[in-house]
């Protein structure tokens, strides 16, 4: 009986057989915290009776959540995280330097099969590089800072066939946000995601690292990918280590294999206030919109500013409308800057804020008013999600949001799309 | 260990946001503070109504959204003495387990706002005494159920120094 990648990795990281449903420990390859959970990290490291962790080269911890710091509050948890980096010598991002998701890959910290924690949700993103990383709690990552490993229970797979060519101006966004609108927000809870099929294979990383991103929003551990030449590619151009992918086998069992077809997909949006609540543009065209937001760990890569620039080049926003872009990263920011992709969002009326992830969660950097409606590119719509409960958050791609803020509603952007 | 308390009752998918809102959880690390705000996007009244012991119970996937331990420890610091869900979303369930909060699976269909419970979690009994009910209760695994006994993750750590599981 074969095994999903899932088992093989947790099998090959904890030196058992390991099978759907064992609890095994396993060895860590890195751990990440960012400024929203890293200070009760901390507090459970010094209270474990902890002096240093386990190798400071496999931790970071990354000040992005509310950076710069807007309150006094925030400044002292900042500077408890600088005082912790500088003393465990480990790999620290300090303010401007990125959203932690984008930092980890980009960084080279990640390679295909590793097994990864981050005390931040999002930590599946990395399973766009056929890595097993997920999100644990506070507590967890001390643990795992402390002793180089942690418990899992293996995860059963639910494997998404994806056939089919996306057409132009719908985005690896839109799929993931239909998969989700499909099976809902626990329909893969306690389980591990496979993404493959032609649709997947023609996405650049960058576009593969949203769909893993989201995988939490289905209730999925991880969303993993098998590697590919671009997987092996991209990875060589990022990081030093040496890494071996892992592929499931032919014969692996799945709890579920969905097929799909994503050639005649449109543009999808989450309504508020749920990630599930996902209808096509053309039946919410039209809503008013006052705020769009490009940026995030789900959205605010090179690609999606290139996309987004694309639409808004030579063009205004709608008046009484807002756009806020954060690019995800340092790096990113300069790219754009070189790309003059900055220059066409700033003529365009934007505010081009600090990478990072403020707006998305509501922290600073852009809440919206009560009753205001946003358009966003980032991963949640939750009632308060960006820091107002009386305000209602509409996802999709970047191109979505670029069109949306031209008119000052919900606009499908293959209207604008050449 | 047995629990006993009123009925706080919440639906579907309450999210972490929802739990401790994030324009709450990144002022400060003072946890009986932010223990004021625990549910409040839902009912802002919550944290008044809340005696000590009460438990909160809901439908599926509760605790959906971040990774934030807040969530959990805002629900503790609200003197709530256990989650009760048709299920919960995976994060926050290890965060429960490792901060030392009790959660229940079972069907709470049958549990309405007001009853009064007692939860026993070792023998794996939910009474609902308001309605003269055994409910039966998904067991946790052994290696769960050893931490959470143990007071969580921290004790455990700091009477081992690693894990201690097996």
């Known amino acids: ?418 | 260990m047995s629990l006993t308390g009123k009925v706080h009752k919440f639906g579907d998918d309450v999210n972490t946001d929802y739990i401790i809102s994030g324009r709450y959880k990144f002022k400060t690390l003072d946890m009986r503070e932010l223990a004021k705000h625990v549910m409040e996007d839902l009912d802002p009244e919550f944290y008044s109504h809340v005696t000590k012991g009460d438990f909160i119970v809901a439908g599926k996937n509760f605790g959906c959204g971040s990774s934030r331990e807040q969530a959990p420890l805002a629900i503790i610091n609200a003197d709530i003495s256990a989650v009760i869900a048709k299920s919960f979303a995976r994060i926050f369930y290890r965060n429960c387990i490792n901060t030392g909060l009790p959660l229940v699976e079972c069907d709470t269909d049958q549990i309405d706002p007001g009853d009064e419970l007692e939860v026993n979690l070792k023998e794996g009994i939910l009474y609902n005494k308001t309605k003269g009910l055994e409910i039966p209760i998904t067991p946790l695994p052994p290696v769960m159920l050893k931490i959470l006994s143990e007071g969580g993750l921290v004790e455990h750590f700091k009477k081992y120094g690693t894990f201690n599981l097996d």
């Open chain 1, 1 to 418: 009986m074969g095994k999903t990648i899932a088992e093989k990795i947790l099998s090959s990281k904890s030196k058992r057989n390991a099978r759907a449903n064992d609890i095994v420990i396993a060895d860590l390859d890195f751990t990440m915290g960012q400024d929203g959970t890293s200070g009760l990290a901390i507090r459970a490291f010094n209270e474990m009776n902890a002096a240093r962790v386990f190798d400071p080269a496999r931790v970071a911890m990354v000040i992005d959540h509310s950076a710069p710091s807007p309150l006094e509050g925030v400044s002292a948890l900042h500077q408890q995280m600088r005082n912790f980096a500088n003393n465990q010598g480990i790999n620290f991002y300090d303010i401007g330097d990125g959203v932690c998701h984008q930092l980890v890959p980009e960084q080279g910290h990640v390679v295909p099969g590793d097994l990864v924690i981050g005390a931040d949700s999002h930590t599946c993103t990395y399973g766009a590089i056929n890595v097993f990383s997920t999100g644990v709690g506070s507590t967890d990552l001390a643990a795992g800072i402390i002793s180089g490993k942690l418990w899992f229970k293996v995860p059963e797979t639910i494997k998404f066939v994806l056939n089919g060519k996306l057409s132009r101006g719908v985005y690896s966004k839109d799929l993931i946000l239909y998969l989700i609108g499909d099976i809902t927000a626990d329909g893969a809870t306690y389980m591990a995601a496979e993404y493959t099929g032609q649709a997947i294979a023609d996405l650049s990383i960058e576009a593969r690292f949203t769909i893993s991103n989201m995988a939490i929003e289905m209730g999925a551990k991880c969303g993993l990918m098998e590697a590919d030449d671009k997987t092996i590619a991209w990875v060589k151009e990022h990081s030093k280590k040496e890494f071996e992918p892992v592929k499931a086998d032919a014969d692996a069992v799945y709890a579920q294999v969905l097929e799909y077809d994503v050639s005649s997909l449109e543009p999808q949006v989450a309504k508020p206030h749920t990630v599930d609540n996902v209808a096509p543009i053309s039946a919410v065209a039209g809503t008013p919109i006052q705020q769009g937001f490009i940026g995030t760990c789900t959205n605010g890569r090179i690609e999606d500013l290139r996309i987004g620039a694309e639409i808004l080049k030579g063009k205004k926003i709608a008046e009484n409308t807002r756009l806020i872009v954060a690019p995800s990263s340092r790096q990113v920011m300069l790219q754009a800057l070189r790309e003059g992709l900055i220059e066409i969002f700033v003529e365009s009326g934007a505010a081009v804020v600090t990478p990072g992830c403020g707006p998305c969660v509501g922290t600073h950097n852009g809440v919206p008013s009560d009753g205001e409606n946003v358009i966003s590119t980032a991963n949640r719509n939750f009632k308060g999600r960006m820091g107002n409960n009386k305000a209602f958050v509409y996802l999709g791609s970047p191109a979505t949001v670029a069109a949306s803020v031209l008119t000052g509603k919900l606009t499908d952007p293959r209207e604008f799309i050449k």
